[in-house]
């Protein structure tokens, strides 16, 4: 099974702005949700955003401090998803992880319901 392609991650200060990028494997054509996980050193891997295919229906943590500052998109023409961070903020460090589920009953904050996973792309933001 292939894997997802991650791009666009590196360090900026607080305040700045970064695109991630993403395209699934042709194994990962008939994928229900795409989403992007974030993961810290000793923490366990989180939902920062998903999008449902292809009803393209969002979703973020309702409680993150993330909601408003991330936007997830499709990106059909290259069979992928963007992650659009705007005024980044040193919490949001971290690995980002994208993924892609094949199963009908994905639940888009739970990454055992994800199937096809990149190797991780890491955002780094400074105070």
């Known amino acids: 099974q292939g894997q997802m392609e991650e791009s666009g991650g590196g360090s900026v200060e607080a305040g700045g702005s970064l695109t991630l990028s993403c395209v699934a494997p042709p194994s990962a054509y008939s994928k229900h949700c795409m989403g992007w996980f974030r993961q810290v050193p000793g923490k366990a891997r989180e939902g920062v955003a998903a999008v449902y295919i292809p009803s393209g229906r969002t979703y973020y943590p309702n409680d993150s401090a993330a909601k408003g500052r991330f936007t997830i998109s499709q990106d059909t023409a290259n069979n992928g998803v963007i992650l659009q961070m705007n005024n980044l903020k040193p919490e949001d460090t971290g690995m980002y992880f994208c993924?892609?589920?094949?199963?009908?009953?994905?639940?888009?904050?739970?990454?055992?319901?994800?199937?096809?996973w990149g190797q991780g792309t890491q955002v780094t933001v400074s105070s």
């Open positions: 993924a892609a589920s094949t199963s009908r009953s994905v639940l888009w904050y739970n990454p055992t319901t994800f199937d096809v």
